[in-house]
T-cell receptor, first 116, second 114 residues
Framework: NAGVTQTPKFQVLKTGQSMTLQCAQD?????MYWYRQDPGMGLRLIYY???????DKGEVPNGYNVSRLNKREFSLRLESAAPSQTSVYFC???????????????FGPGTRLLVL | AQSVTQLGSHVSVSEGALVLLRCNYS??????LFWYVQYPNQGLQLLLK??????LVKGINGFEAEFKKSETSFHLTKPSAHMSDAAEYFC????????????FGTGTQLKVEL
């Protein structure tokens, strides 16, 4: 049981290049999330998917797109990378419990992205 | 909207000393609160969570947190720090809007010295 996996672990891009960050979970969770982590700012939600087939914007969605490919996979795409998107990106997943507020999010190891 | 504030971006303690990491919340409804830990170059791991069942919540690795409504606080404590506790700690609150979203604090870096 690998939990939440992310690829790649590290990536360097030039301004204007595009790339897709991959995330997969093997816990049969319904909900998946993408966060970015910047020094002094904690984690901020980019996009989330409450269930397969649905996606919604989070706090900082500009410059990103997502795809919930199936229940296991949730990808994040940067169409035209900018230096402001240099960050560490975390994917997370959670399951739906009887009391939805009790859900715990499980995080992947992160992708470190540098945009030059 | 819900939010959390972590006081002190860096905290340094001696090994064996009390660890106290502060978190205050703002919420118009009873909050659901979480503490996560991040070790260097790793993802976040849940330490403990408050979901209104009990005000004193015990987590992993000897950590605990007490929910105090009168002080709007959810501070994280550990009686005796260990070198392995050195990490970054994040407080988070569940948003009441749909989608099970979390709002995180800015984090506190804990340093443990000999």
């Amino acid at each position: 049981n690998a939990g939440v996996t992310q690829t790649p672990k590290f990536q360097v891009l030039k301004t204007g290049q595009s790339m897709t960050l991959q995330c997969a979970q093997d816990m049969n969770h319904n909900s998946m999330y993408w966060y970015r982590q910047d020094p002094g700012m904690g984690l901020r939600l980019i996009y989330y998917s409450a269930s397969e087939g649905t996606t919604d914007k989070g706090e900082v969605p500009n410059g990103y797109n997502v795809s919930r490919l199936n229940k296991r996979e949730f990808s994040l795409r940067l169409e035209s990378a900018a230096p402001s998107q240099t960050s560490v990106y975390f994917c997370a997943s959670s399951d739906r419990q009887f009391r939805v507020m009790r859900e715990t999010q499980y995080f992947g190891p992160g992708t470190r992205l540098l945009v030059l | 909207a819900q939010s959390v504030t972590q006081l002190g971006s860096h905290v340094s303690v001696s090994e064996g000393a009390l660890v106290l990491l502060r978190c205050n919340y703002s919420s118009s409804v009873p909050p659901y609160l979480f503490w996560y830990v991040q070790y260097p170059n790793q993802g976040l791991q849940l330490l403990l969570k408050y979901t209104s069942a009990a005000t004193l919540v015990k987590g992993i690795n000897g950590f605990e947190a007490e929910f105090k409504k009168s002080e709007t606080s959810f501070h994280l404590t550990k009686p005796s720090a260990h070198m392995s506790d050195a990490a970054e700690y994040f407080c988070a609150v569940r948003n009441t809007g749909g989608g099970n979203k979390l709002t995180f604090g800015t984090g506190t870096q804990l340093k443990v010295e000999l």
